[in-house]
Nanobody, 122 residues
Framework: VQLQASGGGLVQAVGSLRLSCAAS????????MGWFRQPPGKEREFVAA????????YHADSVKGRFTISRDNAKNTVYLQMNSLKPEDTAVYYC????????????????WGQGTQVTVSS
């Protein structure tokens, strides 16, 4: 599976961004797709995941109510809509895919895309 993330950039606090992750190379309907992020000087952390087949989603508490993960079957693309952004959301965001049920455990994800930088200014 190849994953191509895009959509990062610089945005002011309380603004919005939408990240995209295009998947190719395998039938994505059997996968769980996830978004993770790595803030400057910190460990990578879970943000959100979606079970492609059912659309079931799971969001980290830190982003619940502000971020929404979704997928577009026709485009084999997963999105992360980020609203009400805060400076602490500044990080490199990664998309990932795995052949397991929905989980926040990054070691369960087999495939990773390149990161996309999101910077939120105060």
């Amino acid at each position: 599976v190849q994953l191509q993330a895009s959509g990062g950039g610089l945005v002011q606090a309380v603004g919005s961004l939408r990240l995209s992750c295009a998947a190719s190379g395998r039938t994505v309907s059997s996968l769980t797709m996830g978004w993770f992020r790595q803030p400057p000087g910190k460990e990578r952390e879970f943000v959100a995941a979606i079970l492609w087949r059912s659309g079931t989603t799971y969001h980290a508490d830190s982003v619940k109510g502000r971020f929404t993960i979704s997928r577009d079957n026709a485009k084999n693309t997963v999105y992360l809509q980020m609203n009400s952004l805060k400076p602490e959301d500044t990080a490199v965001y990664y998309c990932a895919a795995g052949r397991m049920l929905i989980t926040s455990a990054q070691e369960q994800y087999d495939y990773w895309g390149q990161g996309t930088q999101v910077t939120v200014s105060s």
